[in-house]
Nanobody, 123 residues
Framework: QEQLVESGGGLVQAGGSLRLSCAASGRTSRNYVMGWFRQAPGKEREFVAVITWSAATAYYADSVKGRFTISRDNTKNTVHLQMNSLKPEDTAVYYC????????????????WGQGTQVTVSS
């Protein structure tokens, strides 16, 4: 059974940093792209970042470029999202995703999802 478990969310002041982690088990740990989406109250799920299995390519939403960095450790089947210079508009539930291929920025293209971790940025 594929499973993704996120950790690292919390409350931080604007300008601060947080590091999210996602541990994968099952088939999601093998040759899968992994990444993050987020969903703010009353809004649709939004693409944040995805990284290929080899870590050779990373994709970012324009809204987080230069502030967020995605990385992965295939020896531990984990993916991380380092979030710096956080803004109140980054407040959302952050979801870890995985799939056999990069599906662009559409949430519907990704088959495996974690339960989510709350990130709250206060102004």
């Amino acid at each position: 059974q594929e499973q993704l478990v996120e950790s690292g969310g919390g409350l931080v002041q604007a300008g601060g940093s947080l590091r999210l982690s996602c541990a994968a088990s099952g088939r999601t740990s093998r040759n899968y792209v992994m990444g993050w989406f987020r969903q703010a109250p009353g809004k649709e799920r939004e693409f944040v970042a995805v990284i290929t299995w080899s870590a050779a390519t990373a994709y970012y939403a324009d809204s987080v470029k230069g502030r967020f960095t995605i990385s992965r450790d295939n020896t531990k089947n984990t993916v991380h999202l380092q979030m710096n210079s956080l803004k109140p508009e980054d407040t959302a539930v952050y979801y870890c995703i995985a799939d056999i291929r990069y599906g662009g920025t559409s949430a519907a293209e990704y088959d495996y999802w974690g339960q989510g971790t709350q990130v709250t940025v206060s102004s």
